[in-house]
């Protein structure tokens, strides 16, 4: 089945503790990005990648890292997270960068 | 700058029709998408506007007017099940490809 995969789906974890959420698709898509969810704001992009070893800034990039060093994997580091990184993320790729299929969501709280 | 605006929220009937619209402030953009968001869920992609003019997709349809900035998305026979949030989206060609997307609209449907 044609999908994007993020994990964890849900994680509470302290500040300034590092953590990756991984993002993984099997559609060899070229484009991938990053987005947080947040009441009132919409979706807004984080990172993304038109490809391997290409990646952009989004809109709001602070506080965040990411990696393409393969076409299907894309992970978020949130190197020191921070109560302000409490959020709903989504991951989702492209092959065009238009049309983009989401992962399931991680909804990360940080205390 | 560069925003796309939508209405917060729409009230429809079941059975009947509903627009909802998307007007931009952006002159270069390769198109406009349209995405549907149940409570809970992630985005689902609906549509993709390259040209100008209306695309059919059996009850929903989207439309794009680069001279008016403006695009719809067009739900027909409504179902209680396309009670969700409707986002559209712009990749901007002048800021390096970023994704944005509009706030989302809300759309209740009553029986």
């Given at each position: 089945e044609a999908q994007v995969t993020q994990n964890p789906r849900y994680l509470i974890t302290v500040t300034g503790k590092k953590l990756t959420v991984t993002c993984s698709q099997?559609?060899?898509?070229?484009y991938m990005s990053w987005y947080r969810q947040d009441p009132g704001l919409g979706l807004r992009q984080i990172y993304y990648s038109m490809n391997v070893e290409v990646t952009d800034k989004g809109d709001v990039p602070e506080g965040y890292k990411v990696s393409r060093k393969e076409k299907r994997n894309f992970p978020l580091i949130l190197e020191s997270p921070s109560p302000n990184q409490t959020s709903l993320y989504f991951c989702a790729s492209s092959l065009t960068g238009e049309g983009y299929t989401f992962g399931s969501g991680t909804r990360l709280t940080v205390v | 700058g560069q925003s796309l605006e939508q209405p917060s929220e729409v009230t429809a009937v079941e059975g009947a029709i509903v627009q909802i619209n998307c007007t931009y402030q952006t002159s270069g953009f390769y198109g406009l998408s349209w995405y549907q968001q149940h409570d809970g869920g992630a985005p689902t992609f609906l549509s993709y506007n390259a040209l100008d003019g209306l695309e059919e997709t059996g009850r929903f349809s989207s439309f794009l007017s680069r001279s008016d900035s403006y695009g719809y998305l067009l739900l027909q026979e409504l179902q209680m099940k396309d009670s969700a949030s409707y986002f559209c989206a712009v990749r901007d060609v002048r800021r390096d490809d970023k994704i944005i997307f509009g706030k989302g609209t809300r759309l209740h449907i009553l029986p």
């Amino acid at each position: 089945e044609a999908q994007v995969t993020q994990n964890p789906r849900y994680l509470i974890t302290v500040t300034g503790k590092k953590l990756t959420v991984t993002c993984s698709q099997n559609m060899n898509h070229e484009y991938m990005s990053w987005y947080r969810q947040d009441p009132g704001l919409g979706l807004r992009q984080i990172y993304y990648s038109m490809n391997v070893e290409v990646t952009d800034k989004g809109d709001v990039p602070e506080g965040y890292k990411v990696s393409r060093k393969e076409k299907r994997n894309f992970p978020l580091i949130l190197e020191s997270p921070s109560p302000n990184q409490t959020s709903l993320y989504f991951c989702a790729s492209s092959l065009t960068g238009e049309g983009y299929t989401f992962g399931s969501g991680t909804r990360l709280t940080v205390v | 700058g560069q925003s796309l605006e939508q209405p917060s929220e729409v009230t429809a009937v079941e059975g009947a029709i509903v627009q909802i619209n998307c007007t931009y402030q952006t002159s270069g953009f390769y198109g406009l998408s349209w995405y549907q968001q149940h409570d809970g869920g992630a985005p689902t992609f609906l549509s993709y506007n390259a040209l100008d003019g209306l695309e059919e997709t059996g009850r929903f349809s989207s439309f794009l007017s680069r001279s008016d900035s403006y695009g719809y998305l067009l739900l027909q026979e409504l179902q209680m099940k396309d009670s969700a949030s409707y986002f559209c989206a712009v990749r901007d060609v002048r800021r390096d490809d970023k994704i944005i997307f509009g706030k989302g609209t809300r759309l209740h449907i009553l029986p």
